[in-house]
């Protein structure tokens, strides 16, 4: 089983739908928690980050992290065609060594 | 303007022949990560530094080397390249462990 697991679509949806993203991990020691948003040819760019579990809002933009269930989600409202990328999701234990893990990431794509 | 930029973009080579792909950032960031991304296995961490003359093995390190003597510059080199090294290569930089990473858009290298 790999630490990070995240569905790699693709995941259709019409302009304007809510879309829900997650990733589930397996390592308690996971501390910190990021969303990123990678278009075709290009470097992943961070859309979110999040310290241990809660809430964190960025307007249309939402992420959830829920360590008791091991399980992080990002929620984006009111979809668009532009938000059609990959989402990677990442995190890292607060010790020792640095060495995040990626989800394989999951391919949106919003059609108008 | 704040960035990681990597040069070559693009890089066909062929077995054996030694290669420097060079990464610098102007953020003035501590940490520094290499990168590889294949389909269906994400995003890979190669080595990371964490400060000038202090780098480290990341999750997949093998063929790969790395220095770290100035605090902006991070080149990865491949003494020989291999056809399994053929990938697309990211750089990044991050403040400090933990948190968000700025990348760099990419080196596709192809190693016939």
């Known amino acids: 089983q790999k630490e990070v697991e995240q569905d790699p679509g693709p995941l259709s949806v019409p302009e304007g739908a809510i879309v829900s993203l997650n990733c589930t991990y397996s390592?308690?020691?996971?501390?910190?928690f990021m969303w990123y948003r990678q278009y075709s040819r290009k470097g992943p760019e961070l859309l979110m980050y999040?310290?241990?579990?809660g809430n964190k809002e960025d307007g249309r933009f939402t992420a959830q992290v829920d360590k008791s269930s091991k399980y992080i989600s990002l929620f984006i409202r009111d979809s668009q065609p532009s938000d059609s990328a990959t989402y990677l999701c990442?995190?890292?234990?607060?010790?020792?060594?640095?060495?995040?893990?990626f989800g394989r990431g999951t391919s949106l794509i919003v059609h108008p | 303007e704040a960035q990681v930029t990597q040069n070559p973009r693009y890089l066909i080579t062929v077995t054996g022949k030694k290669l420097t792909v060079t990464c610098s950032q102007n953020?003035?960031?501590?940490?520094m990560s290499w990168y590889r991304q294949d389909p269906g296995l994400g995003l890979r961490q190669i080595y990371y530094?964490?400060?000038?003359?202090?780098?480290d093995k990341g999750d997949v390190p093998e063929g790969y080397k790395v220095s770290r003597k100035e605090k902006r510059n991070f080149p990865l080199i491949l003494e020989s390249p291999s056809p399994n090294q053929t990938s697309l290569y990211f750089c990044?930089?991050?403040?400090?462990?933990?948190?968000?990473?700025?990348f760099g858009p990419g080196t596709r290298l192809t190693v016939t």
């Open positions: 990044a930089s991050s403040p400090s462990r933990g948190d968000e990473q700025y």
């Open positions: 390592n308690s020691a996971f501390q910190y």
């Open positions: 999040t310290y241990s579990s």
């Open positions: 990442a995190m890292s234990a607060a010790g020792g060594s640095y060495i995040p893990t």
């Open positions: 953020m003035n960031h501590e940490y």
């Open positions: 530094s964490m400060n000038v003359e202090v780098t």
